[in-house]
C-alpha cells in the first residue's frame, strides 16, 4: 500500500457555496476502526477517464444532499494497478459546518486530477471510492463503489504504397508514444529499413517516406511494422503491420508495352513515307523528259517507233511522250518555230523520219541548239 500525500481541487458542477471548494489529502483515517452513530450516504456516479494528451486520470463522484449530509468527513479514493495508491479527500470547509448552505440543492457533483500516471496500451486502472465514515460493517460492496477505466486502444490505420522509388507511410500515432519505430520486412522477415525518433511524428497524422532498393525483393512481399515506445510502460507494447500496397504493375506493363508499339508503327510508318517521297522526289528530279515525235507512214514504222520508246522508258530516267506529226505543218511552221512551241512540253525532242531509200545507209543528224536528234531508221 503507498500513501500519497498532495492537495487537489473539487471541482462542484452544481450551485453550492464558494467555500466548498477544497480537498485534502491525508493518512489512513482512524474512523476505519471506530463505532459511528451515523453514517453518510454512499456516494453515486463514479467514473473515471484517461487523458492520453495529458497523461492524467481524471476521478468525478457525486455526493446526493440527504440527511445524511452533515456526516460526511471525508472520501476515501484507492487507485490500483501494479500497486495501490490511496487517497483520502476531506472537503473544507466540512460539511459539518453551519457556512454551507445546501438548501435548495439536491446533488453536488466533484472531480479531481491525477497527473502523471502511466498511460499504457490495452491497460487499464481500477477506482474504488466510499464516503467515511464507513458504516459499522465497514464499506461493503453496496456501499463501496467501484470503476474502471477503459483500456487506451491504438488504431493505427497504416496505409502504405509504392511510389517510384519510394515507400509512402501514412499511420495514426499514439498521443501518449514517446516513439514510433518504423520497420519495413521482406517475405524472410529480415530487418530492413528501421525509422524512429523523437521528432518524426510528433503529430496525430504522420507520413513517412522509405526509400526501396531492388534488393529488398519485390513489392508484394513487403510489410511495414509501427510498434510505439513508451517511457513508463514496463510491458512491450504489440506492434502493428499492413503489407505495402503495389501499383498493378501486369496492366501498366501492358499499356506502356501497347503505347511503344503504337509509336514504333508510326514511326516506322513516317520514315517509309518520308524514304517514298524522297526517292519520289529524286526520281522526278532525275528523270528526263523526251517527246518522240514521228510521222504516219505505216503500221510497220509505227511499231517500229512504240519499240524504240519502250526501250528508251525501260532505262530509267527517261520519260517518253509520245506526239504524230506531218510534214506539211512542219514545213509550214518552219523547224526552229516548231521546236519552240515544243520546248515546254519536253526537254528533249526526239524526231524520227521514215527509211529513206539511199545510199547514205543510216543517218544522225543532231541539232545541238535545241538538242534534237534526227534519226532515221532502217531495218528495225
Known amino acids: ?77 484507492t487507485l490500483s494497478r501494479e500497486s495501490d495508491s490511496h487517497y483520502r479527500c476531506q472537503y473544507q470547509p466540512p460539511f459539518t459546518s453551519e457556512r454551507i448552505n445546501l438548501t435548495g440543492q439536491e446533488q453536488l457533483w466533484f472531480s479531481f486530477t491525477v497527473p502523471n500516471v502511466s498511460v499504457c496500451p490495452s491497460t487499464s486502472y481500477y477506482i474504488s471510492a466510499y464516503n467515511i465514515p464507513t458504516p459499522s460493517d465497514g464499506a461493503n460492496e453496496e456501499y463501496e463503489k467501484k470503476t474502471r477505466t ?44 528501421p525509422v524512429g525518433g523523437k521528432g518524426e511524428c510528433k503529430v496525430e497524422k504522420c507520413e513517412v517516406e522509405l526509400e526501396y532498393m531492388e534488393y529488398m525483393g519485390p513489392c508484394e512481399d513487403l510489410k511495414i511494422w509501427i510498434k510505439p515506445h513508451f517511457k513508463d510502460c514496463q510491458k512491450a507494447s504489440e506492434s502493428e503491420a499492413q503489407k505495402v500496397n503495389c501499383p498493378n504493375r501486369s496492366a501498366l506493363d501492358i499499356g506502356v508495352g501497347c503505347v511503344l508499339a503504337l509509336l514504333f508503327v508510326l514511326l516506322c510508318c513516317c520514315i517509309m513515307c518520308q524514304s517514298f517521297r524522297w526517292v519520289r522526289g529524286s526520281r522526278r528530279a532525275a528523270s528526263v523528259r523526251v517527246l518522240l515525235v514521228y510521222p504516219a507512214v505505216d503500221s510497220v514504222f509505227q511499231r517500229s517507233v512504240m519499240l524504240l520508246a519502250d526501250s528508251l522508258q525501260s532505262r530509267g530516267g527517261v520519260c517518253v511522250v509520245i506526239d504524230m506529226w506531218e510534214r506539211g505543218s512542219l514545213a509550214e511552221q518552219g523547224p526552229l518555230r516548231w521546236l519552240n512551241t515544243q520546248a515546254d512540253l519536253s526537254e528533249r525532242v526526239l524526231l524520227i523520219s521514215p527509211p529513206q531509200h539511199s545510199h547514205t545507209g543510216n543517218k544522225v543528224c543532231v541539232s545541238c541548239q535545241h538538242q534534237c536528234i534526227w534519226v532515221t531508221l532502217k531495218n528495225l
Open 1 to 77: 500500500m503507498r500513501e500519497i500525500v498532495a492537495f487537489f481541487f473539487l471541482i462542484q458542477w452544481t450551485t453550492s457555496d464558494s467555500s466548498s471548494l477544497g480537498i485534502v489529502k491525508h493518512e489512513i483515517p482512524n474512523e476505519w476502526f471506530e463505532n459511528h452513530k451515523s453514517n453518510p450516504s454512499p456516494l453515486h456516479e463514479l467514473t473515471a477517464e484517461l487523458s492520453e494528451s495529458q497523461t492524467s486520470l481524471i476521478i468525478r463522484w457525486s455526493i446526493n444532499i440527504d440527511s445524511s449530509i452533515r456526516s460526511v468527513i471525508g472520501t476515501w479514493i
Open 150 to 193: 477503459a483500456e487506451v486502444q491504438w488504431n493505427a490505420d497504416i496505409y502504405s504504397v509504392l511510389h517510384g522509388d519510394k515507400i509512402v507511410v501514412r499511420f495514426n500515432t499514439s498521443l501518449v508514444a514517446d516513439r514510433h519505430t518504423i520497420v519495413l520486412t521482406n517475405s524472410t522477415h529480415l530487418l530492413l529499413k
